[in-house]
Every structure is written in C-alpha cells, then in structure tokens.
C-alpha cells in the first residue's frame, strides 16, 4: 500500500509541476503590445495612434524597472533640449489670469472632447500653485512663489521655464510631466500665460 501511495504522489507532483511550466510562460513582448491595443477602441479624437511610442517613451518602458545606461539618457535628452522652439518673438511672458485658468482647466484630448475643445494644461493635478487653491495634487513639487524663489524672471530662469514646459525631458528623460509643446498640448500663446502666472513678479504666486 505504500508504494502506491508514493507512486500515487509522485505522479500528482508530476502533474503540478507540468501545470506550473505550462502557466508560466516567458512573456512575449510582441503579443503583449497587441493585446494591450486590441482592447482600446478609437473614439472622437482619441485616436489609436495614440498607442504608438516614440523612440523615447520605448526606452523609458524597456528601463521602467533598471537604471537607463547614462549614455543612452544623455542621447535621449540631448534630442528633447535640441527640438525645444522658443518664440519666434521673444517673448515668453502672456496674461497670468489667462495662465491661472489654463493651469486649472483639465479638458482637452479625452475621447469625450471633439477638435473644438481648447485644452488645459491641468497644472493643479500635480503640482501646488496658488496659496487660495485647496486642491492640488502632489505628484510633483510645489510651484507656489516659484518666480520669487528664484530671483524674478531672468534670462536664465526664463529659458529654463519655458524648456520645462515645452518637454521636461530635455532635463529628464523619463520624466511624468507632459510634454506641454512638443506633445501640441498648449499652443505658444497659452504657453506664454502660464509661463506668466510662475514668473511675472505681478502674479499672485509671486506675492
């Protein structure tokens, strides 16, 4: 009786082990990526293409969970900082009550908006910014006085600003932050109003 229980045994462990090298298979990277975008649908402006990565956001995605090889990361800022289009007047300061609503507007690009709507830069899902506004988001640092902290609005800090805000990735290249003008999000003008609302000494984060 024994040595059929041992058999019996033996044969279950069997079993399990093969059930256990059928479940886990290597994952294939390919067949991932398909059944990811089989299961969105294209609606209003909200288009597939939307799936599609660029070089970048690939490299980002291969090295999500290990360190991005520092020559790679210089490479890959080095083409976000290069592609940044300043304005062609020179001017990098609009209306900051303009800058104030486009930082508190969160529409734009969802599939539940259509060409017409004007997009926001939704500033406050990540970042505290007016001391009178009670919801914000921590996901990235406060901004509240960031034109004060920094002496005003100089040449340098000017250019930086706007460089953040057209693509934070020309400073880091897997950064969360969107990419406000190379990604088409906000156009010139409403870059310039919310460059106003963190610099302009008048603005009241600046106060």
Same mark, same amino acid.
Request: hydrophobic share 35%; aromatic share 8%.
């Given at each position: 009786?024994?040595?059929?229980?041992? *058999?019996? &045994?033996?044969? =279950?462990? =069997?079993?399990?082990?093969?059930?256990?090298? $059928?479940?886990?298979?290597?994952?294939? &990277?390919?067949?991932?990526?398909? &059944? !990811?975008?089989?299961? !969105?649908?294209?609606?209003?402006?909200? #288009?597939?293409? #939307?799936?599609?990565?660029?070089?970048?956001?690939?490299?980002?995605?291969?090295?999500?969970?290990?360190?991005?090889?520092? $020559?790679?990361?210089?490479?890959?800022?080095?083409?976000?900082?290069?592609?940044?289009?300043?304005? &062609?007047?020179?001017?990098?300061?609009?209306?900051?009550?303009?800058?104030?609503?486009?930082?508190?507007?969160?529409?734009?690009?969802?599939?539940?908006?259509? *060409?017409? =709507?004007?997009?926001?830069?939704?500033?406050?899902?990540?970042?505290?910014?007016?001391? =009178?506004?009670?919801?914000?988001?921590?996901?990235?640092?406060?901004?509240?006085?960031?034109?004060?902290? #920094?002496?005003?609005? $100089?040449?340098?800090?000017?250019?930086? $600003?706007?460089?953040?805000?057209?693509?934070?990735?020309?400073?880091?290249?897997?950064?969360?932050?969107? #990419?406000?003008?190379?990604?088409? *999000?906000?156009?010139?003008?409403?870059?310039?109003?919310?460059?106003?609302?963190?610099?302009?000494?008048?603005?009241? *984060?600046?106060?």
């Amino acid at each position: 009786m024994k040595t059929k229980y041992k *058999i019996s &045994a033996l044969v =279950t462990a =069997t079993v399990l082990v093969s059930a256990c090298a $059928t479940v886990m298979t290597v994952p294939d &990277a390919a067949q991932d990526l398909a &059944a !990811f975008k089989a299961s !969105f649908a294209e609606k209003s402006i909200a #288009r597939l293409d #939307r799936l599609d990565q660029s070089e970048l956001q690939k490299n980002c995605s291969e090295y999500a969970q290990k360190e991005m090889p520092i $020559t790679l990361r210089d490479k890959l800022e080095k083409a976000e900082l290069d592609a940044v289009k300043f304005p &062609a007047d020179g001017k990098y300061l609009g209306d900051w009550k303009e800058g104030e609503k486009i930082a508190q507007n969160g529409r734009g690009l969802q599939f539940s908006d259509d *060409i017409k =709507t004007v997009n926001g830069g939704n500033c406050y899902a990540c970042h505290q910014i007016s001391k =009178t506004e009670i919801a914000y988001g921590n996901i990235g640092p406060s901004l509240s006085e960031y034109g004060k902290l #920094r002496g005003g609005p $100089t040449e340098d800090i000017v250019k930086y $600003t706007w460089t953040k805000l057209y693509s934070s990735h020309a400073y880091n290249a897997c950064s969360v932050m969107p #990419r406000y003008g190379a990604g088409g *999000i906000l156009n010139e003008q409403q870059m310039k109003d919310v460059m106003a609302l963190l610099l302009d000494p008048q603005s009241p *984060i600046n106060q």
